[in-house]
């Protein structure tokens, strides 16, 4: 096997949440048209968190209500991520992991399990496996030293699913799962279709959602849910990034804020997400952003503001510093952050 050259790809792709410096991937040819990439990155944070919600190493849509507020530091770098992607003609295979599956502890060698992200294989326009899920724009999503950031804002799972792309269309059957149902009796998939609208000024996705949910008390109850996102050019390398979030979407945005069933009735979200990134030279730049999500049973109240400033020190290294505040609104509580990351891409 003979190393190629280092190629360039960059962290909007579909395989990635992180925007900002380049991924880089070692290819390898193995033969008449196939190749095997190996890449990833590593990063580490920085983390202080103060407030009367408890200390989380990024935050989602739910969190510790405390009685006294608290105050936390970490240094942690389980975010690195791994991945390899082989592709022999009309057919990929991508598999990728981090360290964010628990395990270990802060007293000897704070050990990581780790997690697998991504397992699916592409043949033409078909996809088949674990990724992000057809609902979600990942374009959409911020730079951020929070991992994802405002994730109460975004449409964000990973799932196994059966895609085909037709074009600037997509639709899938995905794993069906519910927060307060009856797993037991999921006997359909959820169904998911999407249209991109993609031009020299960006993307917009318009998403459906439908799913059949099982009560615990035997009742079978339809969901249904869109959305849209995108990514708008502005102003020389700046962006808006926007998500838009409305229906019975229940556990596929916000993470954790919002249950699909409670009761026998089904829990009715709205999420959204707003993003600036300005870049102030052709490697310094900075995101503002704010998202929100709330529910209309449990009177869920979530959001998330944050601003940041990243400079590229190579190609392929990164640092970044972000303040930042989340608040659990409905228990009246919020805790503040500032978190400086440093990332590799290998």
């Known amino acids: 096997m003979l190393i190629s050259t280092i190629k360039k790809i960059t962290i909007a792709s579909s395989l990635s949440l992180l925007a900002g410096s380049a991924m880089a991937g070692y290819d390898f040819e193995v033969g008449d048209d196939a ?37 936390q530091f970490r240094i942690f770098a389980n975010e690195t991520r791994f991945n390899t992607k082989y592709v022999h003609g009309d057919v990929m295979g991508f598999i990728e992991m981090d360290f964010l599956g628990g395990g270990g502890n802060q007293v000897v060698s704070n050990s990581a399990k780790p997690r697998l992200r991504h397992a699916f294989i592409k043949y033409k326009d078909l996809t088949v496996g674990q990724t992000w899920t057809t609902f979600m724009n990942t374009s ?34 995905e794993n069906p799962e519910s927060v307060g149902g009856d797993t037991a009796n999921d006997n359909l998939p959820d169904f998911v279709g999407r249209y991109n609208f993609k031009a020299d000024w960006g993307n917009v996705s318009i998403a459906a959602l439908g799913r ?4 615990t008390t035997g009742k079978s109850e339809t969901a249904l849910g869109g959305s849209i996102a995108g990514r708008i050019k502005t102003f020389g390398k700046d962006d808006f990034r926007f998500q838009f979030h409305q229906g019975e979407v229940g556990r596929y945005v916000g993470i954790g804020a919002a249950q699909d069933l409670v009761g026998d009735k089904v829990e009715s979200t709205t999420s ?20 929100r999500v709330e529910t209309d049973i449990n009177e869920a109240d979530r959001s998330q503001w944050s601003v940041n400033l990243f400079q590229n ?34």
Do not use: C
């Open 272 to 291: 959204y997400l707003a993003a600036y990134r300005h870049y102030w030279t052709d490697t310094l730049r900075s995101t503002v952003l704010y998202g």
């Open 313 to 346: 020190l190579t190609p392929a290294l990164a640092v970044g510093f972000e303040i930042g505040n989340f608040a659990i609104h409905d228990q009246d509580v919020d805790s503040s952050y500032a978190q400086l990351s440093m990332r590799y891409a290998l």
């Open 212 to 215: 059949r949910l099982n009560t």
């Open 35 to 71: 190749k095997v990439t190996f890449g990833g990155y590593l990063k580490v944070d920085a983390r202080y968190v103060s407030g009367d919600v408890g200390y989380r190493d990024f935050w989602i849509g739910t969190g510790a209500a405390q009685q006294d507020s608290s105050s």
């Open 140 to 173: 959409a999503i911020p730079e951020t030293a929070d991992f994802a950031g405002a994730t109460v804002g975004l449409a964000f799972i990973r799932q196994g699913q059966i895609r085909y792309n037709m074009g600037n269309f997509q639709v899938s059957i």
